[in-house]
């Protein structure tokens, strides 16, 4: 029986073997009509663009399927918002045979926007546009942007792009809103500061943020400095595009001896050192000081017919005479009372006291015995080469009691504040604190011999 039936099973078999191998063969001739579309990034749209009309037809985010159509492009658009659309064309061909192919959309577009609207747009220094630009950054690359306007900060960002990294967003907004002046300044070399920090010699940008004030300073050495201040706020004028420092006035650092007082228009103005500022068409006069030495004194101006003041005024003080021959005394220019001996009659006191003046003194202006007054004439000294120095002396006595019998001597001391002026201009000598060595002892030989 399994003889008779052995080639009836075989047949029967085969019939039905042969319509599964067609079907088998049909699907494989469809396999290799058919591409595997696969997109990155995985939330892109895969579309057909449809030859007849132009038109898309959607085939799948991510990931589809194309059959190759005889006599078509068979063009596939991969789209994503924030990408540059990527199109690709597969014709009907042996070779896509059983193949996937991958899509990359590997140009990240950025819509930028900028304020104001009349400020440009520069992509890789190229200028793009005003108001709003798209711009493209590939990955693995970097793209740099900048948005300027006169008058204003630029902005800048560059758009980096890198495996694994951040990715640039797909807009992006600028406002340009801290202001920029141009400054430039004379003479040459002057030096530009913003805040105490150095933006520049003779030109420089200086930014004023929003919302603030900036304060530029221009110096040089020798000359006056300038400050001005530049605000970027609501409801106050808005800072120039450009400005000009002109420095004008000059400063003269004059140094003297450690101690020594400095005047400045007859006015002290510090003591061992000071910068004297000299303003553009006037004069300054520096007197220096310094007890036990003779005075300094200069003027200096900024003048057209005058020579331009020095950056730098060393003063050495020369020393005075007059100290030397000379001592400090509390009985300088005071009134000193001595009180005659009992032993001594008026008339004899009156011929002792005269004496003792007289062996100082060559000339007395006015003696009178009976009223008990006597005042001596000026009697003079200078001292230094173009005798710089001049002092005069006197001495003036009055009789201040006669119970007991009593006078009260004064020496007068002067020294003149300005040199060759006569010595009869009062106005030319100041009290001095100190006695000439000649008359140092005269008030204790009247005290002594007196009583």
């Not at 399927?65 to 064309?89: A, C, H, M, W, Y």
């Not at 420089?204 to 706020?233: D, H, M, Y």
């Not at 331009?308 to 009372?337: G, W």
Request: hydrophobic share 40%; proline share 5%.
């Amino acid at each position: 029986m399994a003889h008779r039936t052995g080639p009836r099973l075989r047949a029967l078999a085969a019939a039905v073997a042969l319509p599964l191998a067609a079907d088998a063969l049909a699907a494989h001739a469809l396999g290799a009509q058919t591409l595997n579309i696969v997109a990155q990034p995985a939330t892109a749209t895969i579309f057909r663009l449809k030859q007849q009309d132009n038109s898309l037809v959607p085939l799948g985010t991510g990931t589809a399927r194309l059959k190759l159509e005889k006599n078509d492009p068979n063009t596939i658009v991969v789209r994503q918002d924030g990408f540059r659309e990527v199109r690709r064309s597969f014709p009907k061909d042996d070779k896509y045979k059983d193949k996937e192919y991958t899509i990359f959309l590997g140009k990240r577009v950025v819509q930028v926007t900028a304020l104001p609207y009349d400020a440009n747009i520069l992509v890789n220094g190229e200028a793009r546009g005003q108001r709003a630009v798209e711009l493209e950054v590939e990955e693995g690359q970097a793209t740099t942007l900048e948005v300027k306007r006169r008058g204003f900060a630029t902005a800048k960002r560059v758009y980096r792009w890198d495996k694994g990294g951040d990715m640039p967003p797909a807009q992006d907004r600028f406002e340009l809103v801290d202001r920029v002046v141009n400054v430039s300044a004379a003479p040459s070399g002057v030096e530009l500061f913003a805040d105490d920090a150095k933006i520049g010699d003779g030109d420089a940008e200086l930014v004023v943020k929003r919302g603030t004030c900036a304060t530029l300073k221009a110096q040089k050495a020798g000359w006056i400095p300038v400050e001005r201040s530049f605000c970027n706020k609501d409801g106050l004028p808005e800072p120039p595009i450009a400005d000009r420092v002109s420095l004008a006035g000059r400063v003269v650092n004059v140094s003297g001896p450690q101690g020594a007082r400095i005047f400045v228009n007859q006015k002290q103005a510090g003591v061992g050192s000071y910068p004297v500022r000299v303003a553009e068409g006037a004069c300054a006069t520096v007197r220096v000081e310094q007890t036990g030495f003779l005075p300094y004194e200069r003027e200096f101006c900024v003048q057209d017919n005058a020579p331009p003041p020095p950056m730098e005024e060393v003063v050495t003080l020369r020393a005075d005479d007059s100290f030397a021959a000379s001592v400090a005394s509390d009985q300088a220019n005071v009134n000193v009372s001595i009180e005659v001996g009992k032993a001594k009659a008026e008339q004899q006191a009156w011929k002792l006291l005269s004496s003792i003046v007289l062996s100082h003194f060559d000339v007395l202006e006015n003696s009178d015995s009976e009223t008990g007054y006597l005042r001596t004439a000026w009697q003079l000294k200078t001292y230094g080469d173009d005798n710089d120095v001049v002092i005069r002396t006197r001495v003036i006595v009055k009789r201040a009691g006669d119970s007991p019998l009593r006078y009260t001597v004064k020496i007068v001391s002067e020294r003149n504040k300005v040199r060759g002026v006569s010595v009869k201009e009062d106005e030319n000598f100041v009290p001095w604190d100190r006695l000439l060595n000649t008359y140092k002892d005269l008030i204790s030989e009247m005290q002594s011999r007196l009583n």
